[in-house]
C-alpha cells in the first residue's frame, strides 16, 4: 500500500493540555511517523506519514485531541511522503 503524508496545523486551545504528548500517542498506537511541535502562534503543527487509513484516523483525532484541548480548526495540506522519519516523535 502506497505511504501518504499530511501537514496539519491544529489551532485553538492546543498548547499546555497535552496535545503533543497525546498525539505522539495516538500516532504510534496507530504506526504512523512523522512529528508534532508547537508553533509559535499558539497552534500545534502535525507531520505524519504512513497508510492512508491510519492517516486519517489521526486526522480525525486531531479535530478533538485529548481531554482538555478545544480544537477550534485542523488545516490540512497533502504533502509527497519523505521518508524522513522512522517513528513519530514530539520536537522542540
Excluded at 28 to 57: F, H
Aim: hydrophobic share 40%; glycine share 10%; proline share 3%.
Amino acid at each position: 500500500m502506497p505511504e501518504k503524508r499530511f501537514r496539519a496545523i491544529v489551532s485553538g486551545k492546543v498548547q499546555g493540555v497535552c496535545f503533543r504528548a497525546s498525539a505522539e500517542d495516538e500516532a504510534c498506537l496507530l504506526g504512523l511517523r512523522g512529528r508534532v511541535r508547537n508553533m509559535s502562534d499558539g497552534s500545534v503543527e502535525v507531520i505524519a506519514e504512513g497508510e492512508e487509513e491510519k492517516l486519517a484516523r489521526l486526522l480525525k483525532w486531531l479535530h478533538h485531541g485529548p481531554a482538555g484541548a478545544a480544537v477550534r480548526e485542523v488545516k490540512t495540506i497533502r504533502e509527497e511522503p519523505t521518508g524522513e522519519y522512522d517513528d513519530f516523535k514530539i520536537a522542540y
